[in-house]
């Protein structure tokens, strides 16, 4: 049972065009996302994050919106530059019986063409 | 820094062998994480430990054991190692509730034969 969704596995943009990365999860017990990014033969590196009681986060050119009630989560990268292609992994967190599981989704592989 | 170091970064394995992945962190942090990467399948979530003496079952833990004896490391143990174990393993921790930035590290390609 996938508890974050990442229904998009791959997505291609322009150089200088917004992209839009979508995450939906199932628990309502999270209360934190993130997002990490990935190259190949790399581990994740942390991206941008989100607490539950707000519905936005900045940093840079990475926006991260929160809507608690569709239980959805979507990145904003603008403008998209080609240094940004990577795999981009929605996760999420809370307190699940006393302990704390940090769970991924399945990744969207991010293309940006010059 | 060294930040997080997995141990070793590439094997082969036959079936039936039995092997532990090791994972190093100098950052005093208290949660650890181990996970499969499969094509196709994300990142799915093998063990976790909230400090030092603790483990827990994440959400593909079969056939995998894990022991954190010391707070800076946390290993993972096949016993019996399967094909379907094919798969590139990451470690992570994180330095208190999974609130954080976690800090990976640079993965196991495991290939059992």
């Known amino acids: 049972d996938q508890q974050v969704k990442q229904n998009s596995p791959s997505l291609s943009v322009q150089e200088g065009r917004i992209s839009i990365l979508n995450c939906d999860y199932t628990?309502?017990?999270?209360?934190?996302f993130l997002w990490y990014k990935k190259y190949p033969a790399e581990g994740p590196t942390f991206l941008i994050s989100?607490?539950?009681?707000?519905d936005k986060n900045e940093d840079g050119r990475f926006t991260v919106f929160l809507n608690k009630s569709a239980k959805h989560l979507s990145l904003h990268i603008v403008p998209s530059q080609p240094g940004d292609s990577a795999v981009y992994f929605c996760a999420a967190s809370g307190d699940q019986g006393g302990s704390e599981k940090l769970v991924f989704g399945k990744g969207t592989k991010l293309t940006v063409n010059p | 820094n060294a930040g997080v170091t997995q141990t070793p970064k590439f094997r082969v394995l036959k079936t039936g062998q039995s092997m532990t992945l090791l994972c190093a962190q100098d950052?005093?942090?208290?949660?650890m994480y181990w996970y499969r990467q499969d094509p196709g399948m994300g990142l799915r979530l093998i063990h976790y430990?909230?400090?030092?003496?603790?483990?827990a079952k994440g959400e593909v833990p079969d056939g995998y054991n894990v022991s954190r004896l010391k707070k800076q490391n946390f290993l993972l143990g096949l016993e019996s190692a399967a094909p379907s174990q094919t798969s590139v393993y990451f470690c992570?921790?994180?330095?208190?509730?999974?609130?954080?930035?976690?800090?990976f590290g640079q993965g196991t390609r495991l290939t059992v034969v």
């Open positions: 989100i607490s539950s009681i707000k």
């Open positions: 628990n309502s017990m999270f209360d934190y």
């Open positions: 992570a921790s994180i330095g208190y509730r999974a609130y954080t930035e976690a800090f």
């Open positions: 430990s909230v400090g030092e003496g603790t483990t």
């Open positions: 950052m005093n942090h208290e949660y």
